[in-house]
């Protein structure tokens, strides 16, 4: 879910979001595909290799002004603990509690 400042909307133009959710973000789904796949992979040799597994987005433009959020799912090949996914996941990417 992307924020209307992804979008680049200011000011007034920003209004056409009101009351509304855009179900799809040309580009954006494809984008976010390939690029988790980098985030998730390896770097050796100063070269990047995509993680081995599949990625399906769904990217929507949601009215608030900034932040994007993340609905994740994960299928995973056996049954893992939450702290053995929660130690899978990348440190940059874990959410934060308060």
């Known amino acids: ?13 920003s209004l056409d979001i009101n009351d509304n959710v855009l179900p799809y973000i040309g580009g954006e789904e494809e984008k ?28 929507n433009r949601v009215n608030v002004t900034d932040g994007h959020t993340a609905s994740v799912r994960v299928k995973l090949s056996r049954p893992a603990s939450i702290d053995e996914v929660r130690d ?4 940059s990417l874990r959410c934060r509690r308060s």
């Open 1 to 13: 879910m992307q924020a209307i400042s992804g979008a680049g909307y200011p000011g007034v133009a």
């Open 32 to 59: 976010i595909e390939s690029e988790t796949l980098k985030i998730l992979g390896r770097v050796s040799d100063g070269t990047i290799s995509n993680a081995e597994m599949r990625v399906s987005a769904q990217c």
């Open 88 to 91: 899978a996941w990348p440190r």
